[in-house]
């Protein structure tokens, strides 16, 4: 061990910055399939935005289902064995989505994937109800390893950084989901349509099969990166002094004693409790709208598939700005420091501030009208303020509640945004549907456009809403005993 006396390591980075890989892994796994299937899927199984939409929903619901689980077995297993067995399971989901394919050709008899293109009438029903289900069967399975990933992450933070860094550093890691959803587009169709140049497949394939693989390579480092601080030879006690640094002997005594559980049924009774879950529900499934929709959205109104300069250069725009969310974890440290209060009161000042931004979403389509650009940059800045608002949000969980519940509080965290997912994937394909099939008129938009636009407006004032019901379930600091 390292003597004291030496300057202070910052392995903890190091830390993060896996968590940081993980996320980003995590969420190229969940956008393959949105980045694939309006222009490699969909023609060749003849879904409808309703099918889609309820694919993205059931990995919604059952990723909600599986974060209340994901964060107990994290908090029992500790995060280097809950982590390995998460990354593992979703990794193994990913890849399972390449064979639908071939589990629905054998089901239905088709012998070519010309006659599955091809499939008129019944058979196209039955095609796609069939690959519908099995797609579904994938995302399952990814949905119950991807639950792992926040709970996982939040604890390490926990563990390795002091309260006053830990927004911060969630919000550097929480950006990885912002960095996933970035570099996505600019490989996920170049490699679908690449591998369907050259005869492997549709090409969608092989991209869930590429993009899965990743997982596996961070697996491996993380056996050699991750150990607990006091047994972790990279850490110095200077280090370790800096991280347990505002803990009183209570706190240090919980970190000992990790793996005595705080009774679900006592944090179920809690306004804190409830005003982390409703501040979720209310907003997480904004994002998860624009990240499963926005290539639908890009192709639908504009014209632009998903392997195109143009939609690839929009979608890569979109997550640049995203990007700004980096400094959201920054902002109640800055309040912290200026007025010397509690973490809570600054961290819920500062979202105030962030849920104003996505307000500027109200003038998302009627934008467009002059130039996808613009609409791009008011769903970009959406985007990051609600990428800074679920980074403070997450930390919330640390800010009221003792360590040893921290996954856990994270995990229903995560099953009431699994749920406002669910709800706007499946509400949003059902409604694009209506919309195109009546011809709906919204205001200046019809079709496909009104649909969008009704969509956008919940977006928009969602943040707001989710603030003014924690606000009011906890006005101000009182941490959970």
């Not at 067995?85 to 071939?102: E, P, Q």
Request: aromatic share 14%.
């Amino acid at each position: 061990m390292m003597e004291s006396g030496k300057k202070m390591t910052n392995f903890r980075w190091i830390i993060c910055g896996m968590l940081f890989v993980a996320t980003t892994i995590n969420y190229m796994d969940r956008q393959v399939l949105s980045l694939t299937w309006k222009d490699f899927i969909a023609p060749e199984f003849h879904w409808s935005d309703a099918n889609y939409g309820d694919v993205a929903g059931i990995f919604a619901l059952v990723y909600a289902i599986a974060n209340l689980f994901a964060g107990r077995l994290i908090d029992w297993l500790g995060t280097r064995r809950g982590y390995l067995w998460a990354i593992g399971i979703w990794s193994a989901g990913a890849c399972l989505h390449a064979l639908c394919g071939w589990a629905t050709m054998r089901y239905t008899g088709i012998e070519t994937a010309a006659e599955l293109v091809g499939a008129t009438g019944a058979l196209a029903s039955m095609v796609a109800m069939v690959s519908v289900w099995f797609f579904m069967a994938a995302r399952i399975v990814l949905a119950v390893g991807e639950a792992g990933n926040f709970p996982s992450a939040v604890k390490v933070t926990a563990e390795y950084f002091p309260k006053r860094d830990r927004a911060f550093a969630t919000s550097i890691f929480n950006a990885g989901s912002t960095v996933g959803a970035l570099v996505a587009p600019l490989c996920v169709p170049v490699l679908a349509r690449y591998f369907k140049n050259i005869g492997v497949g549709n090409g969608w394939e092989m991209a869930f099969i590429v993009i899965g693989a990743l997982g596996f390579l961070w697996m491996g480092v993380w056996l050699f990166v991750y150990k607990p601080i006091e047994k972790n030879a990279h850490v110095n006690d200077a280090e370790r002094a800096y991280i347990k640094s505002g803990e009183g002997e209570e706190k240090r005594e919980e970190r000992k004693e990790g793996k005595l559980l705080f009774p679900l049924s006592r944090l179920l009774r809690m306004r804190q409790t409830w005003a982390i879950v409703l501040g979720k529900f209310l907003t997480d499934g904004v994002w998860w709208f624009f990240l499963f929709w926005t290539p639908a959205y890009i192709s639908d109104v504009y014209g632009y598939t998903s392997d195109t300069p143009m939609a690839q250069m929009l979608i890569f725009t979109l997550y640049a700005i995203t990007l700004l969310s980096l400094y959201g974890g920054k902002l109640p440290t800055i309040f912290i420091n200026r007025t010397g209060r509690d973490a809570y009161t600054c961290r819920m000042r500062a979202m105030l501030i962030f849920a104003l931004f996505p307000l500027l979403g109200l003038l998302a389509q009627p934008l467009g009208g002059i130039s996808p650009w613009l609409t791009i940059v008011m769903i970009g800045i959406v985007g990051a303020a609600h990428q800074s608002w679920s980074a403070n949000l997450f930390t919330v969980g640390s800010d009221l509640f003792p360590q040893r519940a921290v996954a856990t509080i994270t995990g229903i965290n995560g099953m009431a945004g699994g749920i406002s997912s669910f709800l706007i994937n499946v509400c949003s394909g059902r409604l694009i549907d209506y919309a195109h099939a009546t011809q709906l008129h919204v205001f200046s938009f019809t079709g496909k456009e009104a649909a969008y636009f009704l969509i956008f407006c919940y977006c928009s004032v969602a943040y707001m809403l989710g603030w003014m019901v924690m606000k009011l379930l906890v006005p101000r600091y009182k941490p959970v005993e």
